[in-house]
């Protein structure tokens, strides 16, 4: 299952126009709101802390192994512009083709929740260390501008929406299924002879992460086509419901 490197802004001194805090702190309830929906996707995750920076960000990633290292920051116009600025921009680095791919799916599925479609766009970078530097595909996204009263009201108001909308992209970079959010709940597998198969994705022929004995407790995070998004030990992967007893 993949992993990702989850990196909030840690600007606190880039103040939203609206009053509502940093844009460290709101970038911070942003990634709040998307660990529902990794959970029940199974995409696993770790994520820097307020105290950290960029650079140390990186640095923490890249002593570790990640599927992507996404990037969440809002924009700051120049002075002689600011508050007249708005827009989304999905930065990568220009020979990483993976980032690239990844910056396009971003983009084209917040059109479809930006006011402002046609100012949803890509653009590669080598300037910014949070794509240039790490070891592994990676997407700084700059949701909005905030420094336009406009761009700050709609990151508010919409955390939620625009989490699900970069968990849809990440599922739909790893080539996996959208899967709501449940409840969790405890299971129990239940299997006549041998093991039930903790698989890679949601499909027979998925790669086997671990297999599960008669009696193992697991815990179940989301549902899709007869699959559960598993948690077992310290492995997560998709497992058939038929086996798992509430």
């Known amino acids: 299952m993949p992993i990702i490197y989850l990196s909030p802004s840690t600007q606190e001194g880039n103040m939203y126009v609206t009053g509502s805090g940093s844009e460290e702190y709101n970038m911070n309830r942003l990634a709040d709101a ?3 929906y990794l959970v029940s996707n199974g995409i696993q995750y770790k994520r820097n802390t307020p105290e950290m920076t960029a650079a140390s960000s990186i640095r923490q990633a890249n002593e570790g192994w ?6 969440l920051h809002s924009n700051g116009a120049a002075p002689e ?7 989304i921009i999905a930065f990568y680095y220009p020979t990483s083709s993976s980032g690239q791919r990844a910056a396009e799916i971003f983009a084209r599925n917040l059109r479809d929740i930006y006011p402002l479609p046609n100012l949803v766009v890509t653009r ?12 592994f595909p990676s997407v700084l996204l700059e949701l909005g501008y905030h420094d ?10 919409h955390f939620t929406q625009i989490a699900q ?3 849809l ?8 299924p959208f899967i709501w959010p449940i409840d969790p709940y405890d299971a129990t597998v239940r299997v006549g002879s041998g093991t039930l198969n903790l698989r890679s994705r949601p499909d027979p022929n998925g790669t086997v992460i671990a297999s599960m004995p008669n009696g193992a407790n697991v815990r179940v995070f989301g549902k899709w086509n007869g699959w559960g998004v598993v948690h077992y030990g310290n492995f997560v992967g998709y497992a058939a ?6």
């Open 148 to 157: 336009n009263y406009q761009d700050a009201a709609w990151v508010e108001n």
């Open 124 to 135: 590669a970078t080598t300037s910014l260390g949070e794509v240039r530097d790490p070891h």
């Open 169 to 176: 992209s990440l599922t739909e970079y790893f080539g996996l």
């Open 66 to 71: 990640y599927d992507f290292y996404l990037a």
């Open 165 to 167: 909308n970069i968990v």
């Open 34 to 36: 998307m660990v529902p």
């Open 81 to 87: 512009n600011y508050g007249n600025v708005r827009g």
């Open 241 to 246: 419901l038929e086996y798992l007893q509430a």
